[in-house]
């Protein structure tokens, strides 16, 4: 008795496989190959260059430059000249004539408290100098990061691809042994939907990678194309110290770096506000005119530190360095804990890389073709043959994935240590 359903199915199955085919076709009409490629030594020196976030760290190391010399920088002298008549009050005087003053002053820091001033301006420039570089490590790393994802996706849509395109072959095999009488329908329905599940795969993966490749482009500024690619390979062969060894790095990371040049900063500042309880003294000079008299006088002006004695100021700076230290503490503890915690990361990964290397990939490929041959020969159905394909595509998956967070692992201790784990070869 004809089934309802074998028209429609066969239809789906018709469509699914024309939808491959132009997905294929309009795949390889954008084809990678007629893009430029770049490796990760270009990709890294355009982000160097061109990325945004480095222009906004140089330009404060500018700031922190002009800091230093004003601070080195003396005050402006300051004139003041008056004028007016004048009128005696007692008999005889002159009146009328005017009388006239003219003044100089300039006021002078004391030597300590320039030297305090100057020091703290210096030190926020090794606060920059460090952030320019805290910056350009997180950027080499994220840049990394993304490079090696794009390889991953890339990896992942040859694999689903080639497995889509042997789905539809297997199909194809189905619909024939159905057509013939050899096999039952359902063995098609099942073919369909295994068929449609590696298109919709494959789509997935397409669109992993254009993803994961717009991202890259984003650190990069607008400097490639929009349509690019790029060529490389997982640095597999690279491996990690000992924890040991990792853990005596943790103290020379830049970030730790730049929390103790903080603490420096807090400390010359609490020495600049004690001294500018007695800031300096300004040198007074003017010449003064009247009708009868000219008087010439030299002074000197000393601020008395009665009311205003800097409590405020000199406690603020007091508790900013206990604040410091706290926060360099902090940071410390969270690094060696991130620290340790990647590297865990990385010691399951290689885990499993060697599992998979050493005998999951084989006996996940030699029952793929054990149950292949028992479908051909008739001794088992569809139904195990597609069980046994969807658990080889699930174990390369997962190779593809170990094999990234082994990647993914080091680069995230390289970052939190500052250092060049994974080494980019020209």
Known sequence: MPQVGAPRVRRAGRHAYFAGMLAAMLFCWQAPSAWAAYTLPELMETAMQHNPALGIAAAQRDVAEAAVTTASTYSNPQVE?????????????????????????????????????????????????????????????????????????????????????????????????????????????????????????????????????????????????????????????????????????????????????????????????????HPGLTLKAGVEEDPDLRQIRLGVALPLPLWDKRQGPIAAAAAQIRQSQATLSDRALGLQRDMEAAYQRYVIAQQQLAAFENGLLSQAESVLRVAEAAYRYGERGILEYMDAQRTFRAVRKDYLAAKFDYVSSMLEIERLLGTELLEVKP
């Open 81 to 277: 000249a008056t004028m007016g008549p004048s009128r005696y009050l007692t008999p005889g005087g002159q009146g009328d004539r005017r009388n006239w003053s003219v003044g100089l002053s300039q006021s002078l820091d004391f030597p300590k408290v320039r030297e305090a001033r100057i020091e703290a301006a210096e030190i926020e420039t090794r606060i920059a100098d460090a952030g320019v570089e805290l910056i350009r490590i997180e950027l080499r790393s994220r840049v990394k990061n993304a490079f090696y994802d794009v390889i991953q996706r890339k990896a992942v849509l040859r694999m689903v691809e080639g497995d889509r395109n042997l789905l539809q072959q297997i199909r194809e095999r189905v619909k024939l042994r159905v057509e013939v009488g050899e096999a039952p329908k359902y063995e098609l329905i099942k073919a369909d939907t295994e068929a449609l599940a590696a298109e919709r795969d494959y789509q997935t993966a397409l669109v992993r990678v254009n993803e994961g490749k717009a991202y890259l482009r984003g650190l990069l500024g607008s400097t490639i194309p929009l349509e690019y690619d790029v060529e490389g390979e997982l640095p597999l062969t690279y491996g990690l110290p000992s924890l040991d060894k990792l853990r005596e790095q943790v103290a020379q990371s830049p970030q730790l770096s730049q929390l103790r040049a903080g603490i420096d900063t807090a400390e010359a500042k609490l020495r600049l506000e004690e001294r500018l309880r």
